[in-house]
T-cell receptor, first 114, second 113 residues
């Protein structure tokens, strides 16, 4: 079975600073995809960034970057230059092989302080 | 273009009643997924549609849960004889077949009293 672990239930970050959200995963498959989603208080899951297991470069999307360390089975999300609107719940998720199910971690709540 | 929409946004029902939750995917997305998110947890997979057929319903918790997608677009999740433990946010997502990224709707918050 695939498992995603997010060990930080909540984090505070000062506006304009960077924050790193931890995610470790467990799978025996060689082919997999890792995702980060943002869930504001409105409830909608917003796709942020994707990393494939065979991608050699770390994924980046604007202020979001994924620190992919395959040997350690970690896929940490880095949010640079935090903004008040970044306050939300963040979920790490994994899809394995040619499958389609996403397995999600428990999430990390980020609160950005002015 | 329009994203995934879900109706109703909130549903309150009494134990034992029947409910239907609707999902309208992004136009052209042939893959559709339902997930359930309990309070304080990440979403859990329920069912996956490829076109009109349920390709994988292994996440449905029991036979009180059923979902359809008769024309390959809109999907309805149906819950019979609701129980208090069914209270959760039900999320729908869609994607292109073979695409990695699933796009989620705003969810339906179901409360069973």
């Amino acid at each position: 079975a695939q498992k995603i672990t997010q060990t930080q239930p909540g984090m505070f970050v000062q506006e304009k600073e960077a924050v790193t959200l931890d995610c470790t995963y467990d799978t025996s498959d060689q082919s997999y995809g890792l995702f980060w989603y943002k869930q504001p208080s409105s409830g909608e899951m917003i796709f942020l960034i994707y990393q494939g297991s065979y991608d050699e470069q770390n994924a980046t999307e604007g202020r979001y970057s994924l620190n992919f360390q395959k040997a350690r089975k970690s896929a940490n999300l880095v949010i640079s230059a935090s903004q008040l609107g970044d306050s939300a719940m963040y979920f790490c998720a994994m899809r394995v092989g040619s499958g389609y199910k996403l397995s999600f971690g428990a999430g990390t709540t980020v609160t950005v302080r002015a | 273009g329009a994203g995934v929409s879900q109706t109703p946004s909130n549903k309150v029902t009494e134990k034992g009643k029947y409910v239907e939750l609707r999902c309208d995917p992004i136009s052209g997305h042939t893959a559709l997924y339902w997930y359930r998110q309990s309070l304080g947890q990440g979403p859990e997979f329920l069912i996956y549609f490829q076109g009109t057929g349920a390709a994988d319903d292994s996440g449905l918790p029991n036979d009180r849960f059923f979902a359809v997608r008769p024309e390959g677009s809109v999907s309805t999740l149906k819950i019979q004889r609701t129980e208090r433990g069914d209270s959760a946010v039900y999320l729908c997502a869609s994607s292109l077949i073979g695409a990695d990224t699933q796009y989620f709707g705003p969810g339906t918050r179901l409360t069973v009293l």
